[in-house]
């Protein structure tokens, strides 16, 4: 029987399955603005679902740079969300994205 080293069971709750719970601020029901509703949908959703909606969006309308795969580019839409740039990285677009949020 194999056992369980020290480094795997690091931060996994008693009884939990998985060992991981979701953080409560990613579940939590956000209200997206009028210009992000837009993109993502009225009315509130967790910000884990907020994101997952907006890289669909960004994916069917291949809004994501062709070269520079962690730049996306802005369309009609995500301009207003992106502060009128033009491109962010992917990592500047959860900072606008939050500031879209209530």
Known sequence: MATVGRAET???DKGSKTGRRPSP???KPVKPDEQ???VVGEGE???H???????????AEGL????????????DKLRPIFDGKHQVSMFEMTKLVSKHLH
């Open 36 to 38: 992000l509703a837009a």
């Open 10 to 12: 690091k931060g996994r």
């Open 64 to 75: 994501q740079d062709e070269k520079n795969r962690r730049m996306i580019n802005a369309d």
């Open 45 to 47: 959703i967790p910000r």
């Open 25 to 27: 601020a990613l579940t």
């Open 49 to 59: 679902e907020v994101v997952k909606r907006l890289w669909d969006y960004i994916k």
